[in-house]
């Protein structure tokens, strides 16, 4: 008798737990599918740091990954794109299916010829986006990304921004690679959409 109580009180507690955390979940479900919305990017122009227009339907093919940073950044900014080096080169033949953007946060500093010569310290080949500080700013708004300028007490400025690298399936959101990341699980994530 005491286990057919226990179980019905069980059952009890499970069915009034699933009631109210059953809005929980699909509320939580909601708010993830509005933030995958944030990733939708927009219509633009700018040059590469070859001076070759690129738009938004540059970002098209089988596996893209844009990157937003600066030339100037002490530490993620190379550490991430470093990171997206080394993993290209352990996908070996795949890597020529796969386009990397870096764009530029801070396109007053970051010249074509800043940017060009920043990237070719890495392996592949990545291509660089600069130009119009409006037109990058809503550029980088569109993809959900922050950036903001941090004054420093000598004049100068860094830059404080968000740092995933954006995986795109025909110019679709798909997936991000946090700076976080080590290469095995970049290597996983990007595996996962070739």
């Known amino acids: 008798m005491k286990l057919k109580t226990s ?12 009631f109210i955390m059953l ?4 509320s939580m479900e909601s ?3 509005e933030s995958i919305a944030a990733f939708k990017g927009s219509e633009f122009s700018l040059k590469d740091m ?12 089988p596996l893209t990954a844009i990157f937003f940073g600066f030339t100037n950044c002490p ?3 190379p550490m991430t794109l470093n990171k997206i080096d080394i993993v290209l080169d352990k996908l070996k033949n795949k890597k020529k299916d796969i386009k ?3 764009i ?3 396109p007053e500093r970051d010249t074509p010829e800043v940017v060009k010569d920043y990237l070719s310290n890495f392996e592949n080949k990545f291509i660089g986006i600069t130009g119009d500080p409006e037109k990058i700013f809503l550029l980088y708004k569109s993809w959900g990304v922050i950036s903001k300028k941090i004054f420093l007490d000598n004049g100068e400025y860094n ?3 968000s740092t995933p690298v954006i995986l795109l399936k025909n110019g679709e959101y798909i997936s991000m690679i946090s700076h976080r990341d080590d290469i095995k699980k970049s290597i996983k994530i990007i595996k996962k959409y070739l």
């Open 7 to 18: 179980i019905s009180i069980l059952a009890g507690c499970l069915i009034i737990f699933l």
């Open 23 to 26: 809005p929980v979940f699909l």
């Open 100 to 102: 990397v953007f870096f």
């Open 31 to 33: 708010q993830k599918d």
């Open 159 to 161: 830059i404080d921004h």
């Open 104 to 106: 530029s946060v801070d």
């Open 50 to 61: 070859n001076n070759n227009t690129i738009t938004e339907e540059s970002f098209g093919g």
């Open 75 to 77: 530490d993620v900014c």
